[in-house]
C-alpha cells in the first residue's frame, strides 16, 4: 500500500488566498484526521471523520477553516481566506478502528503564508 | 478528556547508552497508548502501541515502553543509543472505548539528540 497520500508537499501563498490541501487515505480505513503542527502549539487535531461523516470538528480553529470527505477515498481542507499565523505543518492520518486504532500519517504540507 | 505530558523537551543520550523517554498521561476511561516518531520534514512513523494486551510492549528499531497503570505512565526505552536514533519522538493517547475512532491526543514531543 502506498499509504497515507498527501498533497501538495508545499504550498505558498499570499495572505487572503484560499488553500486546499488534499488527503487520500490508505485503502480500507475508515477514519480520517487533520491534525497540525507549529512549534509553538505542538500536534493538534483539527477534525475527524468516520466512514466519511464528520463527527468532531472543535479543533478547527476558526470559520474560515472546513474539510470535507465526498468518498471513502479523499478529503479536503480548505482555509479561506488564509492568514499567515495558519502556517504550520498539516497532516492527514487514517486508521481501522476498533481493530487497529493505531493513526497511519501521511508526510504532511507545508503551508506558508506571506 | 485525555492529555499527555512528555518530561524532557530535549534528551541527549552517548551513542551506546540507554535512552529513557518519559510519557505521563491522564485520561478518565482506559487508554490506548502510543510512541511515534518523527523524523525531520517526514510524517509520524509508528514506534509502538499499547492496546490493554502485554504490559510490556516491544516495538520497531530496538524500542519498547512498559504501561504502568498506577504511575499513569508509558515510557520508552532503548537499550543501545544508535546514531540513527535521533528524531523527534511523540506520545499519544486515545480512549480504549473508541477503539481509537476518536483520534490521538499528542504531547509536545521530546527531541533525541545522540552524541557520538
Known amino acids: 500500500d502506498a499509504g497515507v497520500i498527501q498533497s501538495p508537499r508545499h504550498e505558498v501563498t499570499e495572505m487572503g488566498q484560499e488553500v486546499t490541501l488534499r488527503c487520500k487515505p490508505i485503502s480500507g480505513h475508515n477514519s480520517l484526521f487533520w491534525y497540525r503542527q507549529t512549534m509553538m502549539r505542538g500536534l493538534e487535531l483539527l477534525i475527524y471523520?468516520?466512514?466519511?461523516?464528520?463527527?468532531?470538528d472543535s479543533g478547527m480553529p476558526e470559520d474560515r477553516f472546513s474539510a470535507k470527505m465526498p468518498n471513502a477515498s479523499f478529503s479536503t481542507l480548505k482555509i479561506q481566506p488564509s492568514e499567515p499565523r495558519d502556517s504550520a505543518v498539516y497532516f492527514c492520518?487514517?486508521?481501522?478502528?476498533?481493530?487497529?486504532?493505531?493513526?497511519?500519517f501521511g508526510q504532511g504540507t507545508r503551508l506558508t503564508v506571506v | 478528556a485525555q492529555s499527555v505530558t512528555q518530561l524532557g523537551s530535549h534528551v541527549s543520550v552517548s551513542e551506546g547508552a540507554l535512552v529513557l523517554l518519559r510519557c505521563n498521561y491522564s485520561s478518565s476511561v482506559p487508554p490506548y497508548l502510543f510512541w511515534y516518531v518523527q523524523y525531520p520534514n517526514q510524517g509520524l512513523q509508528l514506534l509502538l502501541k499499547y492496546t490493554s494486551a502485554a504490559t510490556l510492549v516491544k516495538g520497531i528499531n530496538g524500542f519498547e515502553a512498559e504501561f504502568k497503570k498506577s504511575e499513569t505512565s508509558f515510557h520508552l526505552t532503548k537499550p543501545s543509543a544508535h546514531m540513527s536514533d535521533a528524531a523527534e519522538y511523540f506520545c499519544a493517547v486515545s480512549p480504549l472505548s473508541g477503539g481509537g475512532a476518536d483520534g490521538l491526543t499528542f504531547g509536545k514531543g521530546t527531541h533525541l539528540i545522540i552524541q557520538p
Open positions: 471523520f468516520n466512514n466519511n461523516v464528520p463527527i468532531d
Open positions: 492520518a487514517s486508521s481501522l478502528p476498533p481493530g487497529a486504532p493505531e493513526a497511519f
